[in-house]
């Protein structure tokens, strides 16, 4: 397609967006227990969007709100149409929806459709009998002759995938913890049910989804043993990698084919958009943006996740990216969530604005994780604190997903102004430096950067859908690519080390809109040929 087809086309809210990612229970407690909660989240609007101060995001995604035991933190649904009472109710949701609609704030429920917690009413009636209505809808399969599992299937939370049910006298399978069993998406009712679970938050305002664990949502239908991996070391390695997963995960034709579904729905005049948890290579990636042929559906594209701080190894990854889907279809690139280690305990404190300037100038969808645009850090979690059900089953693994999860860092006061008592979770040490208040105040902050970036990216056409053409820095540490559009061009440089670093770029002097470094002056006029950056400096010229 042609840029100016692709323009012709029907605009999709989310093209130009920028998400942001908030963990409910950690984002503000206005209930004095603690946690997090709805009204804490509508309390915090402004922050997000809407008034001169605020950081301009156009969408939020909420980790799951549903009911819910909470034995994986609200990825074990109890009640896809219902509201956890802990986070608070449909009014507040619904004052939620309205209030985020006031402010231009779109809103992305999290959709768990894999499975299900244990205790939900439907597994309750799958496991009653197998004769139960339900008796379907979830994946039984009896014992082998000795008793054992049906297969050598793994969880990714450690152990067996299957457990045994006395009632039934048959395995149920669970691709994560045995309290969230795997609906059977080979049942033609389930399909149903959760496409209505879509269908009745559109109806209540909710502009898209996040779809979790979607790799997992076919198994082999001969439920065969997996292949053993070679080159697992039982001593270092994650238990899940001892085995390969062709059967239990990513059966790629049956899950392009609801995607193809689920995009039916979204794309129907309802402006619906749904970002799935991908952890494939980009030509798996590539398949699922295809399957979505009303291009609703998209991929998260969480490769970067697991990279090094190299230009070489980045720069790499993202040209081959950005050249395999073409202008056709929408990147994004994560670069941190709620199961991973913040990005300054990754790469360290220094990179913070270097990764802001790279996200945020980067093609497609930015996803900026709460208090990533604080530069915030996580927590130690002492062993006998741990929350996370990961890090609880697989013990020393270092998943420890709770010190991502610690929370909002928004004064210096007690408890950093997050609550009024202990929250559920340790603050960071850091929370008196690194917090909302403080850094509003200073314009060389983490969060002030993140707000400029947000500004320029909004009223350039060439950042939100210019071409990225790789450029070469003449140096090894620093990345360098041109966003492109009809009458606009701009440069983003960014020098990846500690060090100063001298940029060799053969264009005439060019007018600086950003710089991380607060000593460099803005709109000069700057010759790229022998620019010396500073440590981790980023910058963004306006070509002519
Ligand atoms: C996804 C979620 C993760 C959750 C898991 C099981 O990977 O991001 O937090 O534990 O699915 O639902």
């Not at 898209?208 to 039982?234: C, M, Q, T, W, Y």
Request: hydrophobic share 35%; aromatic share 10%.
């Amino acid at each position: 397609m042609s840029e100016r087809e692709h323009e012709s086309a029907p605009p999709k809210w989310w093209h130009p967006a920028v998400v942001y990612q908030i963990y409910p229970l950690s984002f503000k407690d206005t209930k004095g227990n603690g946690r997090g909660d709805l009204k804490g989240i509508i309390d915090k609007l402004d922050y997000l969007n809407g008034t001169d101060r605020s950081l301009g995001v156009d969408a939020i995604w909420l980790n799951p709100i549903y009911p819910s035991p909470k034995k994986d933190h609200g990825y074990d649904v109890a009640d896809y149409y219902a509201i956890d009472p802990e986070l608070g109710d449909m009014e507040t949701f619904d004052l939620l929806i309205q209030e985020a609609n006031a402010r231009n704030i779109k809103i992305i429920m999290d959709y768990v459709l894999n499975h299900t917690s244990s205790e939900h009413p439907w597994f309750q009636e799958s496991r009653s009998s197998k004769n139960s209505p339900r008796s379907d809808w979830y994946i039984w399969l009896d014992p082998k002759p000795d008793g054992s599992a049906p297969n050598n299937w793994v969880s990714v939370f450690g152990g067996p995938a299957w457990t045994f049910d006395e009632t039934r006298g048959q395995y149920y399978m669970h691709s994560f913890l045995s309290d969230q069993p795997d609906l059977n998406w080979r049942n033609p009712e389930v399909v149903e049910e959760m496409k209505n679970v879509l269908r009745f938050w559109m109806d209540r305002g909710v502009s898209g989804f996040r779809a979790d664990a979607i790799e997992h949502l076919f198994k082999d239908s001969e439920f065969r043993d997996e292949p053993v991996n070679p080159h697992h070391d039982p001593n270092i390695g994650n238990p899940y990698n001892a085995l390969i997963h062709t059967y239990s995960r990513n059966q790629r034709s049956e899950i392009l084919r609801i995607i193809n579904e689920i995009d039916e729905i979204l794309s129907d005049g309802n402006q619906g958009f749904m970002i799935s948890e991908t952890w494939l290579c980009a030509e798996d990636l590539l398949e699922y943006h295809k399957a979505s042929k009303g291009k609703a559906c998209l991929p998260s594209n969480l490769n970067i996740l697991g990279m090094p701080w190299q230009v070489d190894v980045i720069k790499n990854y993202i040209d081959r990216y950005d050249s395999i889907l073409g202008n056709d279809h929408c990147p994004n690139y994560v670069f941190s969530n709620h199961d991973v280690s913040r990005i300054v305990d990754r790469l360290g404190k220094s990179k913070a604005k270097a990764v802001a300037t790279l996200q945020l100038t980067l093609r497609g969808i930015p996803f900026i994780y709460y208090g990533a645009e604080l530069g915030m850090g996580g927590a130690q979690i002492p062993p006998e604190e741990v929350q996370d059900p990961w890090e609880k089953q697989v013990p020393g693994l270092g998943i420890n997903r709770d010190s991502a999860r610690t929370p909002m860092q928004w004064d210096d006061g007690p408890y950093a102004g997050f609550s009024d008592v202990e929250p559920w979770l340790p603050l960071c040490d850091d929370y008196r430096e690194v917090n909302v208040k403080k850094q509003l105040e200073d314009p060389d902050s983490v969060l002030n950067l993140y707000r400029s970036l947000i500004a320029i990216r909004r009223s350039s056409r060439a950042l939100i859908k210019g071409r990225y053409q790789p450029l070469e820095s003449g140096n090894e540490n620093v990345l360098s690519y041109i966003r492109e559009i009809e009458d606009e061009k701009l440069l983003v440089t960014i020098n990846f080390s500690d060090n100063e670093a001298e940029v060799h770029i053969d264009i005439p002097g060019s007018e600086i809109i950003l710089s991380t470094n607060k000593n460099r002056k803005l709109d000069k006029l700057t010759a790229l040929d022998g620019l010396v950056l500073e440590g981790n400096e980023g910058c963004i010229f306006k070509l002519q």
